[in-house]
């Protein structure tokens, strides 16, 4: 689950430097890119997610142990949840309309932003967890010896602890920044859009 290519892609040039119509039109191009990312990201684990299932299916019949069989299971189960959990997301909130109010739309994708914050901050227990738990039921159920299982779960867990790291450092670091980038277009689009205050001396 890497958005990293959108994230950069948001920050290629600094806000602060271009005049306001061009700070939106960029906006709007950089929220593009972000989406599509996102819906790459989507299809990417969906074919993955198929990948891994297809892979672990035969294992439900031919590993030896109870204990191996199981970790497939959940291991297949976990990837078609992820299938769910990706495209039921990407439905529940969908891209907001072209033609709606220029504020309504920075809004809206500021909105797109923080809901997948809170999705990669949940990565630890719906994403990694089950899957750790499903590589090491399989490892240990494959094992000759308890120090054969050890060492598999250990490589294991710093796989898992490498994409919990990655997630959660794209979420806390990298897209609290993309949002003030947002919030920085929504504000000059609202002081372009307020009315002048009253100006001049009066006697």
Same mark, same amino acid.
């Given at each position: 689950?890497?958005?990293?290519?959108?994230?950069?892609?948001?920050? @290629?040039?600094?806000? +602060?430097?271009?005049?306001? +119509?061009?700070?939106?039109?960029?906006?709007?191009? !950089?929220?593009?890119?972000?989406?599509?990312?996102?819906? =790459?990201?989507?299809?990417?684990?969906? /074919?993955?997610?198929?990948?891994?299932?297809? %892979? /672990?299916?035969?294992?439900?019949?031919?590993?030896?142990? *109870?204990?191996?069989?199981?970790?497939?299971?959940?291991?297949?189960?976990?990837?078609? $949840?992820?299938?769910?959990? &990706? !495209?039921?997301?990407?439905? %529940?909130?969908?891209?907001?309309?072209?033609?709606?109010?220029? #504020?309504? /739309?920075?809004?809206?994708? =500021?909105?797109?932003? @923080?809901?997948?914050? $809170? &999705? #990669?901050?949940?990565?630890? *227990? *719906?994403?990694?967890?089950?899957?750790?738990?499903?590589? %090491?039921?399989?490892?240990?159920?494959?094992?000759? +010896?308890?120090?054969?299982?050890?060492?598999?779960? &250990?490589?294991?867990?710093?796989?898992?602890?490498?994409?919990? !790291?990655?997630?959660? @450092?794209?979420?806390?670091?990298?897209?609290? %920044?993309?949002?003030?980038?947002?919030?920085?277009?929504? @504000?000059?689009?609202?002081?372009?859009?307020?009315?002048? $205050?009253?100006? $001049?001396?009066?006697?």
């Amino acid at each position: 689950m890497n958005i990293d290519r959108a994230i950069a892609a948001w920050r @290629r040039e600094p806000l +602060s430097d271009k005049d306001l +119509s061009t700070h939106l039109e960029e906006v709007q191009k !950089w929220t593009a890119t972000f989406e599509a990312g996102l819906l =790459r990201r989507d299809w990417t684990e969906t /074919f993955a997610a198929v990948f891994v299932s297809l %892979a /672990f299916l035969p294992g439900l019949v031919s590993f030896p142990t *109870w204990l191996a069989k199981a970790g497939a299971l959940l291991i297949i189960v976990h990837a078609l $949840g992820i299938i769910v959990v &990706l !495209w039921t997301f990407r439905k %529940a909130h969908p891209e907001p309309p072209r033609d709606v109010p220029l #504020l309504e /739309f920075l809004a809206a994708r =500021r909105e797109s932003v @923080r809901r997948q914050m $809170g &999705l #990669l901050k949940a990565t630890p *227990w *719906w994403y990694v967890a089950p899957s750790f738990a499903g590589q %090491a039921l399989v490892v240990t159920g494959l094992s000759d +010896s308890l120090a054969m299982a050890l060492v598999g779960t &250990l490589i294991c867990g710093s796989v898992c602890g490498a994409v919990v !790291w990655v997630n959660l @450092r794209t979420a806390r670091v990298q897209m609290p %920044a993309l949002l003030g980038e947002i919030d920085t277009a929504i @504000r000059e689009l609202q002081d372009a859009e307020s009315p002048p $205050g009253p100006s $001049g001396d009066h006697d």
